[in-house]
């Protein structure tokens, strides 16, 4: 669901367990313009983190990613970037990154990672 009372999710399903962290990742300048001005890309990435995560948390993503990993792209639904409000937004097209997985802790999956690719903001 978007808006203020929605939640992260993949393709419309909403995550079993929201991330403990999540950031908009920074964009590295491309170069500068004839005026001074920074050139930047125009896709974004998007950074979720689980501290602490059960198999079936972790395998949600893992499916996620193994279902698309060639040729498909995905909906994420993720904070708005640059709103005033935290709400959610559906961005289409974007490019899901295998999930990265620290160490089991009893039988939990620690130090989680994923990293989405190519979000269009504008």
Known sequence: MQGASGTFGINGTDFILPPSTAAWGTRDTLGIDGNGHPI????????????????????????????????????????????????????????????????YFNEYITDVRVIIDKVRTT
């Open 40 to 103: 930047y890309p125009a896709l974004r990435t998007f950074e979720m983190m689980w501290e602490l995560a059960s198999p079936s948390d972790v395998k949600q993503l893992i499916d996620t990613y193994n279902s698309v990993s060639n040729t498909g792209t995905v909906v994420f639904d993720l904070p708005k970037w640059g709103d005033a409000n935290y709400i959610f937004y559906s961005y289409s097209g974007c490019v899901l990154r295998e999930a990265e997985t620290g160490v």
